[in-house]
């Protein structure tokens, strides 16, 4: 008998792909190509890059940037000190937690980028290259060089997947882009964040309030853009900046100090956003934040609703009406068919508590639904409310609601003698009327934020998470889900209603036209919806910073005219595409759709 026997197999030696950068430059030299060509963009911006004033910004004077040119020069400063930063400069390295190369790339590819989208319109909008003066030859040869020296950074590639040779030529081109798509994933991919520093909770406290004033002094900047081109440019600076922070490991460091002193965060943002009336020398632009703030407040209560209950409610600005409509009634407004005024404290209760019954009235026999289902009863009710209204005109119907002219002349609020339609001295500072009803949507605001906080952290809250993963599994649990769907509807509804009240007497007139599933302006259920899944479902400030962005991108981009819709849906579209978890996600749903990610330790009971 013979033993037949087989060596054993060697171990092949898998491809972990190159160490090298994307542009053929020695990565010595693309460091100090992209440290000195930011730090050439900050110079090319005190001088002039145009010959004519007729560009919005007057790019015509040396030694003083303005416009676009402060824009640049804010994405210059941030490239010049994350390559200051990769060069292990003391006194920077708190900049880069996770490394500095991956956040040099972005903040390069900003700087680049609203760089030449200026020198761009000048020349579409002034008639050629010929106007441009040598600073604007400069930003653009500086910022070029900036950005192509940065992706001259090495990284680690990933390895090739095999080609099927049996492929068609048209799967060939995808596995030609997927690879690509993997290698440029991977030059931007941050390094593993440094362990954090233990401070002091005096200076963590600091730290959150630096971030907030940070982020009052942007939204402020971009809310006070004053032409189109201006507007573009801050999306850009803003978006690549954030990013590059996010790369360095910033963000992550802020949201964690945020975690640990919640009450503090939420202390702070709202007094932030108590001191943006105060930073305003008119009442302008506290009318868009009034309105950004209902919009957001609104968004909130539907989030209880889709983000934690995970019911799809497509008609539930109808909510929102129906406080509204309620308030309207009670407000001793003319058009009003009952000639009664309460006081504002009663006819938000009872803006609340109706739409609460209507919440009640609508689920109870609906609820049992899931799914698409629920969704198309929703989507119903929300026009059933709609033509409603509108027909009570004393014609198609019983005259309650004024129909298509709906309920005018609504009277501004008194409360305590304080008149929120006149303009007022606080500390020296004057506020007209959108600012005095901004800070009381502000109070509006935060009760609601305290209201999904608590109710999140609840016992409540973790059924609703728990139907929201499993519905089958949950009710093999133990847990009555009509009832608690139910709960979820009722409140996000008494909240919609609660701010309906405030709008009332914002906008003078409530009509049906207000309340549509779709429309241009927001608030409507559509944008409600986008609100909360692009913000990112689940959380408190996902809502609020997608209805403000949702409210403020239209606003800003009429100058597009037929092809508003169209640029705000493509936008939508990309950011679902490569960022479907939302802009500030709940950490639970980040993980089910990057599976890659590294899980916390430990998640909070939402999840987030």
Do not use: C
């Amino acid at each position: 008998m013979t033993t037949q026997t087989t060596a054993p197999e060697t171990p092949r030696k898998v491809d972990t792909g190159k160490h090298a950068g994307l542009i053929g430059i020695p990565p010595q030299i693309g460091r100090a190509l992209a440290t000195g060509g930011g730090a050439l963009t900050i110079v090319s911006t005190f001088l002039a890059w145009t010959w004519t004033s007729e560009f919005p910004g007057d790019l015509t004077v040396y030694g003083y940037p303005g416009g676009l040119q402060v824009l640049v020069l804010i994405g210059g400063l941030l490239t010049t000190l994350f390559g200051l930063a990769s060069y292990g400069v003391k006194g920077l390295r708190w900049l880069v937690p996770a490394g500095a190369d991956s956040a040099l790339k972005m903040a390069a590819l900003g700087t680049f980028t609203t760089a030449w989208y200026t020198i761009i319109a000048i020349a579409v909008q002034l008639g050629g290259l010929v106007n441009l003066e040598p600073g604007g030859y400069l930003v653009a040869l500086t910022s070029l060089a900036a950005l192509l020296g940065a992706y001259a950074l090495p990284f680690q590639w990933p390895a090739p997947e095999p080609v099927d040779p049996e492929d068609t030529n048209w799967e060939q081109f995808l596995h030609y882009l997927r690879g690509h798509r993997a290698v440029l994933k991977a030059a931007l991919a941050p390094g593993t964040p440094a362990p954090a520093r233990k401070l002091p909770a005096y200076a963590e406290i600091l730290v959150i309030v630096a971030a907030l004033a940070l982020g009052l002094i942007v939204f402020t900047y971009g809310i006070g853009t004053e032409y189109d081109e201006l507007f573009v440019g801050f999306l850009i600076t803003a978006g690549f900046g954030f990013a590059a922070a996010a790369k360095a490991g910033l963000v992550g460091r802020v949201s964690a100090l945020t975690a640990k002193h919640r009450n503090v965060t939420m202390i702070g943002a709202f007094v932030a956003a108590a001191a943006f009336p105060f930073t305003q020398s008119d009442d302008q632009y506290a009318t868009i934040g009034v309105y950004i703030l209902i919009f957001a407040t609104v968004a909130l209560g539907l989030n209880i609703v889709v983000g934690l209950a995970g019911l799809l409610d497509l008609g539930y600005v109808a909510f929102l009406g129906v406080g509204a409509y309620t308030a309207a009634m009670v407000s001793g407004s003319p058009s009003s068919p009952f000639d009664i005024q309460l006081p504002f404290w009663a006819s938000a209760l009872l803006g609340a508590a109706v739409a609460m019954v209507f919440g009640v009235v609508i689920g109870a026999p609906t609820l049992r639904l899931r799914g698409d289902y629920l969704a198309i009863v929703t989507l119903g009710f929300g026009e059933i409310f709609r033509i409603t209204v509108l027909n009570m005109d004393g014609t198609s119907g019983p005259d309650i609601t004024n129909g298509s002219n709906g309920i005018s002349s609504i009277p501004n609020l008194n409360i305590l003698g304080f008149d929120f339609g006149q303009e007022h001295t606080i500390a020296g500072f004057t506020i007209a009327r959108f600012a005095n009803y901004f800070l009381l949507m502000l109070l509006i605001t935060l009760v609601v934020v305290i209201v999904f906080r608590r109710s999140s952290d609840s016992r409540i809250g973790r059924a609703w998470i728990a139907i929201r993963e499993d519905e089958t599994a949950a009710l093999a649990m133990g847990i009555n889900g009509f009832r608690v769907k139910l709960i979820a509807f009722a409140l996000g509804a008494a909240l919609a209603g609660l701010a309906g009240t405030v709008q009332a007497h914002v906008t003078y007139t409530v009509t049906p036209e207000q309340y549509q599933f779709a429309h241009v302006v927001p608030p409507n259920s559509a944008f409600l919806l986008a609100a909360v899944v692009l913000g990112g479902m689940g959380t408190i400030s996902g809502p609020l910073v997608g209805a403000a962005l949702l409210y403020l991108i239209p606003a800003k981009l009429q100058f597009l005219g037929d092809f508003q819709l169209f640029a705000f849906g493509l936008a939508l579209v990309l950011l679902m595409r490569f960022r479907p978890e939302g802009l500030i996600p709940n950490r639970r749903r980040q993980l089910e759709f990057h599976e890659e990610t590294e899980a916390p330790t430990v998640l909070s009971k939402a999840g987030a």
